[in-house]
């Protein structure tokens, strides 16, 4: 089994189509083994080592997947999101202590200013145009730069490195290696029964672990071919869904959502397509939009159950159609997924905090022992890592969530599980989207809330949607305030956030 990126790509045929995009040509196997030495060649020259860290700032498309295929095979990459600010890009490039920065030949925005700072060594990439998909030429400017030796990165070493998205504290390194990265492309692999005939539309965005790992490692691990665009656009998706001709993609929720708003002006273009199966991971999916994809689109729809610190995915719904359970994030898919104690370090049976254990799973947090000492703990011969996640096994050992742990909506003494609300408000008939979220109140400390996306041409009001929750749920569960919003406020990868939200819709105590 393959360890390292290098050997992920490493047997494919040389002429297969690997990486592409709409309406470019695709680029084989073979020219991206080549476009690896290219890079790795460029790398060294201006002193970047195989220990080295590379930030990589680039938009959306096959230059930012390639870049990321071929760096990770030669150094440390640290992809960030390109739309952070000045002082964003300054936290995470010291943070990392990133050696080097690439981004697009001629680009002068926050990313180079915050660079210049640091003085790290500014790599332009320049794209070929009349190339295929991927193709780019890597330069710097920078003079006097002792070149690095040609060593190569080995399972042990770091290949990717991400930040924890820090909603309620200061962001934490996760560093993923060789081994992490190739254990968890062959675990999703399998998960999905993906062969060198399938093809995925890229969506997700390639700062992102799922858009990084799901979409483009795995393609690659399986000797497929993947198509990546510019960033998710509804108005797109079905113009590409008809040039491409996927087999596959993946997204979250609200990106599902979306899609399914415009899919009845659509019905032509869903008609021809070839689509397997539909994947959906990174928060979770409501039964009801399930039952709508699969409904609309004739084929299976996969939800999966990811995060950084397991170098994406953990547990997966199998792909035979009518194996999939609506509202249960699946099946232990790789790692060992088991059930701890909230406070203590044993497993138990019931209830309790999400834990993993497997070659998937970071070795820790960088420079932070304390947050290491929380979320590691040796049990029954196995060092497990604690999620954070609240959730319960069924019968046939599908996992479902609860919650997250810091989610938890604590009513004077009284745990509410924004899932579970979430699950029945979805139900309701004018209900696009709804989150659940903790309101402050000066007695009971938190309080139910629900922000609400009604469906295009529906109306209910705030009583309406109340009282339908009030018949389905326990008094004490039912949103004391529900608001009802054109958009729900997302976070950059299009999740929808519970955290803050009461914040940031204005709604005090």
Known sequence: MARTIAELIKPHPETAPAIGAPGREWLSYGALREQTETVRAALRRSGVGASDRVAIVLPNGPDMAVAFITVAQSATTAPLNPAYKEEEFAFYLEDLKAKAIIVEAGYAGPARSAADKFGLTVIELSPDADGPAGTFALSTAATGIEAAPDALPGPDDVALILHTSGTTSRPKIVPLLQSNVAASAANIQKSLQLTPDDRCLGLMPLFHIHGLIAAVTTSLAAGASISCTPGFDALKFFGWLEAVDPTWYTAVPTMHQTILARAGRNAEVIGKARLRFLRSSSSSLPGAVMKKLLDTFGAPVVEAYGMTEATHQMCCNPIEPGKQKPGAVGLAAGPEVAIAHEAEDHLIDGTGEVVISGPNVTPGYEGNPDANAKSFFEADGKRWFRTGDQGVFDEDRYLTLTGRL???????????????????????????????????????????????????????????????????????????KVVILDEIPKGATGKLQRIGLAEKLGLGA
């Open 406 to 480: 810091k989610e938890i909506i604590n009513r004077g003494g009284e745990k509410i599980s924004p899932l579970e609300v979430d699950g029945i408000l979805s139900d309701h008939p004018a209900v696009a989207q709804v989150v659940t979220f903790a309101l402050p109140h000066e007695k009971l400390g938190e309080e139910v809330a629900a922000a609400v996306v009604l469906k295009e041409g529906e109306t209910a009001d705030e009583r309406a949607i109340r009282d339908f929750a009030a018949e389905r749920l326990a008094p004490f569960k039912v949103p004391r």
